[in-house]
C-alpha cells in the first residue's frame, strides 16, 4: 500500500502536513515519474485537472463557484439563492436584499465577492446574502464529519460579513457546537458534488433556523490536528 497525493500547489503546506501524517509522496504536476501500482492509493488534492483515476476526481465541480451551485441545488442541498442574471440581481436589490456579486468562479478566502452597494456590477454570478450567527468549515470524509471548525473573529479586529483570514477570522475548535442541519447539509453537500471528502463552508441563520451552504474546498486549509484526522480516515478505509 502506497499513498501519493496528487496536489493542486506542489508548495502547499496543507500538502506538506498530510504527506507527514500518511507517509505519502507528491505526484510531480509536469515531468513526473510516476508509476502506477495496482493498490496505490491516489489522493486529488484541489487539483481541477486531476491525475485519472484519483480520489476525488470530481474536485473541478467544486472549484467552480457556479458550476458547484448549480449541482447542489439539483441535489436540494440548502443554499444561499443565486443567478447569472444581473436584472434578477437588481431586482433583489430593490427589494431589500443584499447582494453580493461573484468577479471570479474559482476565488477562496473571500477572494472576487464584492457588495453591489450602488450599482450592479458585471459579473459571472450573484448570491443572495444571508445574515448569519454562525460559520462553520465541516470537513467530511466518506459520509461523516470527522472535523468541525468555527470562524470567529479574533481580538482587535472589527466584525465583517465575510469571515475571511484576511478580515481578522480565525478556526476555533473550542466549545463549538454545530445544530445537526448544518452537519447534514454538509454531509449532503460533499455526496452531492461526488466527492470522498472536502471542507465545506456553511452558516447558519438563527432567524430562519435553517443552514445554508456556501462552498465546497477541495484542498482545505490543514493544521496538525485536521492532518491527522484526515490521514486516520483514509488509512480506515484503505489500510495503512
Not at 474559482?106 to 454562525?134: C, N, W
Request: glycine share 6%; proline share 5%.
Amino acid at each position: 500500500m502506497r499513498y501519493f497525493i496528487y496536489p493542486y500547489n506542489e508548495r502547499s503546506e496543507s500538502v506538506r502536513l498530510l504527506k507527514a501524517e500518511l507517509g505519502a509522496k507528491s505526484i510531480k504536476l509536469e515531468n513526473s515519474r510516476y508509476r502506477r501500482r495496482i493498490d496505490d492509493v491516489i489522493i486529488n488534492w484541489g487539483n481541477s485537472s486531476p491525475f485519472n483515476p484519483s480520489l476525488n476526481c470530481n474536485s473541478a465541480h467544486a472549484t467552480n463557484k457556479l458550476k458547484a451551485f448549480k449541482v447542489l441545488k439539483a441535489e436540494g442541498v440548502s443554499i444561499p439563492p443565486f443567478s447569472t442574471s444581473k436584472d434578477e440581481a437588481r431586482a433583489w436589490k430593490d427589494d431589500g436584499k443584499t447582494v453580493l456579486a461573484r468577479t471570479t468562479l474559482t476565488g477562496h478566502s473571500g477572494r472576487g465577492i464584492l457588495f453591489a452597494e450602488d450599482e450592479i456590477p458585471d459579473a459571472p454570478m450573484y448570491v443572495q446574502y444571508i445574515p448569519k450567527k454562525k460559520e462553520y468549515r465541516m470537513h467530511v470524509f466518506d459520509d461523516a464529519v470527522i472535523h468541525v471548525q468555527e470562524k470567529r473573529l479574533k481580538n482587535g479586529h472589527e466584525a465583517h460579513k465575510i469571515r475571511s483570514h484576511d478580515n481578522g477570522y480565525v478556526f476555533a475548535t473550542k466549545d463549538v457546537d454545530p445544530p445537526p442541519m448544518a452537519l447534514e447539509e454538509s454531509i449532503k453537500a460533499i455526496k452531492a458534488l461526488g466527492l470522498l471528502f472536502g471542507g465545506v463552508d456553511v452558516i447558519w441563520n438563527d432567524k430562519q433556523r435553517k443552514a445554508f451552504v456556501l462552498e465546497v474546498n477541495t484542498a482545505p486549509g490543514l493544521c496538525p490536528t485536521t492532518a491527522r484526522k484526515y490521514a486516520d480516515a483514509f488509512k480506515a478505509k484503505y489500510g495503512v
